[in-house]
């Protein structure tokens, strides 16, 4: 579709922000210093109502009715695609952050000047996309801190921890697009837009992701999408989940008794099912590492043994690996889904099927280290939590 082009004083403009939390806030900050005539709807997060303060924004608790501009940044797909369809009927163009599909008006990206001797549209936008590692922010990589230190931007999953941004240019516009299972902050064709939007305006964007990009990272996908602009753009690995979790948790993804190959897995597919090669998978003298798997894990363990691997092979569940919260809990294919019937795992978790899984009884040393370092081990903590659960 063909667009007009036009241009607005922002300060004869009626334009209204739906939406009262972080995916507001960040699109807020696009309109600081623009003099901009705008209205905020919704019970404010209390940095948004700073921010608004700050502007002399309007802030109402009732939802628009009229107006020339809607941006809708409520956090929530379904509440952006009811607010977006309102405002089309109502003949009232409206912006949805990274929805283009969504939306009737399209935003130049804006951001802070970079230093005045480098002008910005001299510069050549560049993205990076850079693995940030399971967890432990002591597993990122030397080259990932160097481009997270150069960066004018910031395009984060959820899995990426808060110490890890820690360690970006202070400077850096951070951007939140993360995913998790049914609930996506942003659509994966919006992440792949404003990666183009971004690089285009001449930004050193990093596209940060947990693990490695180009392991179930959809790393592929945002880089056809640069290549296709024609725009630059390099790749900097991260040590993947199944690399860092195996070693944390002691558990070798290959041992020369036990198994001789490994394979990694989705634990869902594209469109929600679980329909994998199983007569493959349930071959003898290898180790599974299912990712994103525990909403499966019933249907993983059913499928095993009905093609043929047996109901004692060795299954280990991992939440959140690598980190100080890292629980491991082990079992066999039969029991370990009843046995995690009642618990609510903290994603991200990770399961490995394999004998190599029994090793982590004598290798295991991370759960141990991190109880020490707390004083778990001496009895200075009245009620230690689990990091080990080996039931």
């Not at 941004?165 to 659509?187: E, I, M, T």
């Not at 299954?315 to 491991?328: D, N, S, W």
């Amino acid at each position: 579709m063909e667009l007009l082009s036009l241009q607005f004083d922002p300060r004869h403009l009626d334009a209204h922000l739906i939406g009262a939390g972080q995916a507001a806030l960040m699109m807020a900050r696009q309109f600081q210093g623009l003099d901009l005539a705008l209205t905020l709807h919704g019970e404010m997060m209390p940095a948004l109502a700073t921010l608004a303060r700050e502007e002399g924004w309007r802030c109402v608790d009732d939802m628009p009715r009229t107006g020339q501009l809607w941006v809708v940044a409520t956090g929530s797909a379904a509440e952006d695609a009811r607010w977006a369809e309102t405002a089309r009927q109502s003949h009232i163009g409206v912006h949805v952050p990274g929805c283009p599909e969504l939306s009737t008006v399209r935003l130049p990206v804006r951001t802070r000047a970079l230093a005045p001797e480098t002008p910005r549209a001299l510069r050549r936008g560049h993205v990076s996309l850079v693995g940030a590692g399971p967890g432990d922010p002591g597993l990122l990589t030397l080259r990932a801190l160097e481009r997270l230190r150069e960066a004018d931007v910031v395009i984060h999953d959820r899995l990426v921890s808060p110490e890890i941004l820690a360690l970006a240019n202070p400077q850096a516009r951070r951007l939140y697009v993360g995913k998790a299972r049914s609930a996506h902050s942003v659509p994966q064709e919006g992440i792949n837009q404003s990666l183009v939007d971004w690089a285009r305006g001449g930004y050193q964007v990093v596209r940060l992701k947990g693990g490695d990009p180009f392991i179930f990272g959809r790393g592929g996908e945002e880089l056809q999408a640069l290549a296709a602009a024609k725009l630059s753009f390099e790749v900097v690995p991260g040590i993947t989940a199944a690399t860092g979790i195996s070693a944390y948790t002691g558990i070798p993804l290959t041992h020369r008794d036990h198994a001789q190959s490994v394979r990694f897995v989705t634990g869902h597919l594209r469109n929600g099912t679980c329909d994998l090669d199983w007569q493959t998978l349930a071959a003898p003298g290898q180790t599974l590492v299912f990712y994103m798997g525990l909403g499966t894990l019933d249907t993983l363990c059913e499928q095993l043994i009905q093609h043929g691997l047996s109901g004692s092979t060795p299954i280990a569940l991992v939440e959140q690996g690598t980190t100080a919260r890292q629980r491991l809990h082990t079992g066999t294919l039969e029991n370990l889904p009843g046995r995690l019937a009642d618990l609510k795992a903290a994603p991200p978790t990770l399961i490995i099927v394999g004998e190599v899984v029994n090793l982590h009884e004598t290798l295991g040393w991370f759960a141990t280290q991190t109880a020490k370092s707390l004083g778990w081990a001496t009895g200075k903590h009245p009620s230690p939590l689990p990091l080990a659960d080996s039931r």
